[in-house]
T-cell receptor, first 114, second 112 residues
Framework: DTEVTQTPKHLVMGMTNKKSLKCEQH?????MYWYKQKAKKPPELMFV???????INESVPSRFSPECPNSSLLNLHLHALQPEDSALYLC?????????????FGPGTRLTVT | GNSVTQMEGPVTLSEEAFLTINCTYT??????LFWYVQYPGEGLQLLLK?????DKGSNKGFEATYRKETTSFHLEKGSVQVSDSAVYFC???????????FGKGTTLSVSS
């Protein structure tokens, strides 16, 4: 099973709201990722967790706060977002093998900030 | 630095036509190479991969060969279907737990 699930599928929030995006995988992968994708663009990396520890933060504004409660779950907490943060947020996971580098993506959460 | 360049579309084909989407890369060492496909309103799906020179990745009638001498990983399909209409991303990775480096994506539109 190569499935990564994400909830919710769609989210509309105001600039003063607090919300969370959730991601789950049961493939035993120990690396999990958050990407942001704007329309007609490739995904851009935001964060990487490796063995439940934050290993990469691509200078993401603090209004985005990631959390990895266990090896299967990844959350992205959102607070005081701006309209330009509207995008598709993709979660991915991968093995930490030295020979296999592919990442498996979830269906994404379509976020609209009003 | 590492980068991926792929032909920009849109690519418009009739059903059963031959498809080629060009992809070249710049990277030190021996990256793994991937093609991902994104259907409208969905996430990215791994279409195929290759991990070393001369490897051929294949899936669902699509093929791509890792050519180190030309630093290329062109995607081909002998006979496209309407259901192949999507955005295709070429990507590379040099290490687990790091970012995938994507090309800009190529939109394929297939008409019947």
């Amino acid at each position: 099973d190569t499935e990564v699930t994400q909830t919710p599928k769609h989210l509309v929030m105001g600039m003063t709201n607090k919300k969370s995006l959730k991601c789950e995988q049961h493939m035993g992968h120990r690396a999990m990722y958050w990407y942001k994708q704007k329309a007609k663009k490739p995904p851009e990396l935001m964060f990487v967790y490796s063995y439940e520890k934050l290993s990469i933060n691509e200078s993401v504004p603090s209004r985005f706060s990631p959390e990895c409660p266990n090896s299967s779950l990844l959350n992205l907490h959102l607070h005081a977002l701006q309209p330009e943060d509207s995008a598709l947020y993709l979660c991915a996971s991968s093995p930490t093998s030295a020979t296999t580098y592919e990442q498996y993506f979830g269906p994404g959460t379509r976020l609209t900030v009003t | 630095g590492n980068s991926v360049t792929q032909m920009e579309g849109p690519v418009t084909l009739s059903e059963e036509a031959f498809l080629t989407i060009n992809c070249t890369y710049t990277a030190t060492g021996y990256p793994s190479l991937f093609w991902y496909v994104q259907y409208p309103g969905e996430g990215l799906q791994l279409l195929l991969k290759a991990t070393k020179a001369d490897d051929k990745g294949s899936n669902k009638g699509f093929e791509a060969t890792y050519r180190k001498e030309t630093t290329s990983f062109h995607l081909e399909k002998g006979s496209v279907q309407v259901s192949d209409s999507a955005v295709y991303f070429c990507a590379l990775s040099r290490q687990a737990g790091t970012a995938l480096i994507f090309g800009k994506g190529t939109t394929l539109s297939v008409s019947s």
